[in-house]
């Protein structure tokens, strides 16, 4: 892939932006969602339950103590299969597809215009590869939290099962885009701008200047603190994703759940939790994807 006489975005980084970089970056983007988030199922078995029962579920220690003792150390691991699968596919999307079409929106734009409204690209890039990574996750995550929250016995456990049965009651369940919200887009432009200001405000000096590890620790930090933004920002929609799951809830519309839970119930039940989960994984996933780029020679993401 030879340099164009023009600018490009596609050469502005360490190595040039050709098929072989983006497909690595779809791995690294399974690497950092899929591992992730399957290593947090506790958590997210917990944060599920405590939106849609919070009666019964009324905190992060307390939920899972309870948790355990009704189904056994398997019932905090619910939802495992779906869990890794779909979110593996919604990084390899999400992060993989932002690369491409942030190279692509800058390019329509040219040098100057890109310079000038690097929030713009970011949210555009961000939203385009959201689509692509919603659909692909959406099906997943219904799987996931109807297994979360079905009460014992009342629903399979296993992945194979899950999503047969799944299938099967499509008509009730809406599956498998009955809870296609997307709600995360945000998480991306965070980021970027966190790790600018990073490198405009405390490290001042040129980015490649600084020790990879340093900027690694840039790209952990800005991750965990756009994560917390965008958890506090997403929690709504989240918690109606949870909700749609509920047994109690078949057949009504988002509006009705929204209606009967209240706008208040929906943006706190299970907030610190999910802040305290997203904040970590965010931080995690642009930490692995970030080690992932600069193992293979590509950098790593953002700056000034």
């Given at each position: 892939m030879s340099a164009p006489t023009q600018w490009n975005a596609r050469y502005i980084g360490p190595v040039p932006h050709d098929t072989s970089y983006y497909a690595k970056c779809m791995l690294g983007g399974v690497l950092a969602c899929g591992v992730t988030h399957a290593g947090i199922t506790p958590l997210d078995v917990a944060k599920?339950?405590?939106q849609v029962n919070p009666a019964k579920y009324n905190g992060l220690a307390s939920g899972l103590k309870t948790l355990v003792a009704e189904e056994g150390s398997k019932g905090i691991w619910k939802g495992f299969g779906p869990t890794f699968v779909g979110y593996s596919l919604q990084g390899m999307f999400k992060y993989g597809l932002y690369e491409v079409f942030k190279d692509y929106y800058s390019n329509l734009a040219g040098e100057e215009l890109t310079n000038k409204y690097k929030p713009a690209i970011w949210l555009a890039g961000s939203a385009s590869a959201e689509v692509f990574a919603d659909i692909a996750l959406c099906p997943l995550e219904m799987v996931k939290v109807k297994i979360q929250t079905s009460p014992p016995g009342t629903?399979?456990?296993?992945?194979?099962?899950a999503l047969a049965e799944m299938n099967r009651t499509k008509v009730e369940t809406r599956f498998p885009f009955g809870s296609l919200i997307p709600y995360t887009m945000a998480k991306f432009f965070f980021f970027e701008k966190i790790v600018q200001l990073f490198y405009t405000h405390v490290f001042t000096a040129p980015?490649?200047?600084?020790?990879?590890?340093?900027?690694?620790?840039?790209?952990?930090?800005?991750?965990?603190?756009?994560?917390?933004v965008c958890a506090i920002v997403s929690h709504p929609a989240d918690s109606l994703v949870s909700q749609l799951g509920k047994a109690a809830n078949k057949g009504k519309t988002v509006g009705q759940i929204a209606s009967e839970v209240g706008l208040v119930g929906l943006a706190t039940k299970g907030l610190g939790t999910r802040v305290l989960?997203?904040?970590?994984?965010?931080?995690?996933?642009w930490w692995i994807y970030d080690s992932f780029k600069s193992a293979m020679g590509m950098g790593t993401t953002g700056g000034k």
């Open positions: 599920c339950n405590m629903f399979p456990t296993s992945f194979g099962a980015k490649d200047s600084y020790s990879k590890t340093t900027q690694l620790g840039v790209t952990f930090s800005s991750g965990y603190l756009a994560g917390v989960m997203i904040g970590t994984l965010t931080g995690f996933q």
